[in-house]
């Protein structure tokens, strides 16, 4: 069946540009992460939904980067007034049910490799 | 400190050799341990989880040493498919109530033909 699928695959912004990153996870997967992976880093929380409620959003590096989930399946990351270390690759992930007591294991989408100069 | 610690390498392995990867962490109310695989411009993908019983997939053994907060990932008769960058994996249960995977940095492994 079909993966995470997650658009635009790459985007360049000029800084103070505000960007919107798009993830489509596996149809009827409840959870949903995003992450952010800088060069020669491994990737990094930032945010986690559970259907459409953004229950953990501790990662988020500041108030310019704003997640959202409305109905529950296709999931936008926004970036407000980009600035260069925002520069990453932005992983979503998405598992099938709630990511706590049940582990389930997360599928990954390609990611969306922002540069901004 | 990082929450997860790899050496980051590059191992350079000749094809057919037995690779062996440590890693550490630091938070000891840890859940749950993996190892993913990360090639080179592509999304990670789950590897193998670890026991601490230990467990075996093929070539590849995983191994967790919760005393020593440390996990293993062995590979023998490495093929060149291998080349690879794995990423060890902790999974925590955050204040919220969701699972947080903590990645370390990777190990970037290159099989020599």
């Known amino acids: 069946g079909a993966g995470v699928s997650q658009s635009p695959r790459y985007k360049v912004a000029k800084r103070g540009q505000d960007v919107a990153l798009r993830c489509d996870p596996i149809?009827?997967?409840?959870?949903l992460f995003w992450y952010q992976q800088a060069l020669g880093q491994g990737p990094e929380f930032l945010t986690y939904?559970?259907?459409?409620?953004?229950?953990?959003k501790s990662g988020l590096p500041s108030d310019r980067f704003f997640a959202e989930r409305p109905e529950g399946s296709v999931s936008t990351l926004k970036i407000q007034r980009t600035q260069q270390e925002d520069s990453a690759v932005y992983l979503c992930?998405?598992?099938?049910?709630?990511?706590?007591?049940?582990?389930?294991?997360?599928?990954f989408g390609p990611g969306t490799r922002l540069l901004v100069l | 400190r990082k929450e997860v610690e790899q050496d980051p390498g590059p191992f350079n392995v000749p094809e057919g050799a037995t690779v062996a990867f440590n890693c550490t962490y630091s938070?000891?109310?840890?859940?749950?341990f993996f190892w993913y695989r990360q090639d080179c411009r592509k999304e990670p993908k789950l590897l193998m989880s670890?026991?601490?019983s230990g467990n075996e997939d093929g070539r590849f053994t995983a191994q967790l040493n919760r005393a020593s907060q440390y996990i293993s990932l062995l590979i023998r008769d490495s093929k060149l498919s291998d080349s690879a960058t794995y990423l060890c994996?902790?999974?925590?249960?955050?204040?919220?109530?969701?699972?947080?995977?903590?990645f370390g940095t990777g190990t970037r492994l290159t099989i020599i033909p």
């Open positions: 149809s009827g997967h409840v959870s």
């Open positions: 939904f559970q259907n459409e409620a953004q229950l953990d």
């Open positions: 670890v026991y601490s």
């Open positions: 938070n000891s109310a840890s859940q749950s």
């Open positions: 994996v902790v999974n925590l249960i955050s204040n919220f109530g969701n699972e947080k995977l903590t």
């Open positions: 992930a998405s598992s099938l049910d709630e990511a706590g007591y049940i582990q389930e294991t997360q599928y």
